[in-house]
């Protein structure tokens, strides 16, 4: 190649291929590493109570990119402690690679969808969400998550729309699901101006403390809750988990707390919103920070799950975002380089962790679908819709 085709050949490259780089450097000094390397297993196929946490966008790589930078190849954070794991596909029912709502459903309804959709299936039919299950079967229920609460993966547990864009319509479905906790941010999906931005006039807030709900919008207030039904909702947006905001860990052993005062069992979903969002930006240092926050989360279902006994703790992710690999990096850990390949989702199956008994049906490769038929059978919910179904993909529900 002489010296004019070589130039030619870069420039193609850099403008066909801008991939971003950059050597991780993040504060880690508020994390703490788990005592022990490996939960044990535990006996038996059922269980009273199900926690579920998905880390949104967070592909292996970015469990590992974190475990390096906090704790170094030989630790292990909370997660990789676990002593079950499995593989789960992501494809959604239109495209190979998901986005949030589609990847939510299918976890929450045992149903693929469409993109966009958030509990509806392409003909527009509405499958009962694990959430929705387990409530009518007289469990406790509760949602966390660091993004708008109407957000695309929590709304998937307990709305039915055909756009997950539309969150004020989210909001409607979620009041009237009879969630029992809801702790997260995002309120101006739920009142009118100047508070909100419903177009509506309906002050949902102030509906659902009609109907007896506990309301918290300060931090204060969300850690002082001491009885369900509760909602508590930070700001107007979405959290930005800084050291003045409740943290993700926080509105986890809260909603523990509220809920497992149920004595039929409770099914909690937690979501870590924004290490997606950090890998659509690029942004190795903060998707980082923001999934050891997640972590942290974590440790306080797995320290609850130890002294119970009888519950289930299931982590995973919804899909890989940024196609992010790990480039560079010494033997310990440090001077680790993460490249991304693109600012979206990409493709491939997401890594399962499960503790507690009934943790062994995680194990092996299966749909995203099949995580709410497992987590229905864990919970002994003999009517779940696609628990009568043999299709893995299957796009209608029988009557
Ligand atoms: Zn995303």
Known sequence: MNARNSIVVVLALLIAAPLVAGTISVDTSFYTAPAD??????????????????????????????????????????????????????WSADRLITDSAASGT??????????????????????????????????????????TITHATPAAFAAHQPSRYDQPAIAVDMAASGVDVVLGSGYKYWQPAPDGVREDGLDLLQQLQN????????????????????????????????????????????????????????????????????????EEDELVRRALLFDLA????????????????????????????????????????????????TAGSMPVFAYGPGALAFTG????????????????ISDFPRLHQNSDSSQTLSD
């Open 37 to 90: 390397k490996t939960l044990p297993l535990v006996a038996g196929d059922h269980a009273k109570n199900v926690i579920l946490l998905i880390g949104d966008g967070m592909g292996y790589c970015q469990v590992e990119a974190t475990q390096y930078t906090a704790v170094g190849p030989e630790g292990r954070l909370h997660m990789q402690t676990l002593p079950v794991t499995g593989m789960m596909s992501t």
């Open 106 to 147: 299918a976890m929450a309804t045992g149903y693929k969808t469409d993109n966009r959709r958030i509990g509806t299936l392409p003909n527009g039919q509405k499958p009962v969400s694990i959430l929705e299950a387990a409530e009518q079967r007289g469990l406790a229920t509760g949602l966390v998550a660091t993004s």
């Open 211 to 282: 109907d007896g709900y506990r309301l918290a919008r300060t931090g204060d207030e969300m850690m002082a809750l001491d009885r369900m039904p509760a909602i508590g909702l930070y700001g107007p947006d979405a959290l930005d988990e800084t050291p003045d905001e409740p943290s993700i860990a926080d509105l986890t052993r809260k909603a523990i707390e509220l809920l497992s005062q149920d004595d039929d069992g409770f099914f909690l979903m937690v979501e870590g919103s924004q290490i997606d969002w950090e890998a659509h930006s690029n």
């Open 298 to 345: 974590v440790a306080e279902a797995i320290e609850f799950a130890k002294q119970d006994g009888n519950t289930l703790v299931i982590i995973t992710a919804d899909h890989e975002t940024g196609g992010m690999t790990l480039t560079k990096g010494n033997r310990d850990g440090s001077e680790v380089v993460a490249q991304f390949s693109s600012t979206g989702h």
């Open 365 to 380: 490769l299966y749909e995203n679908s099949d995580l709410a038929v497992k987590m229905a059978r864990v919970l002994q």
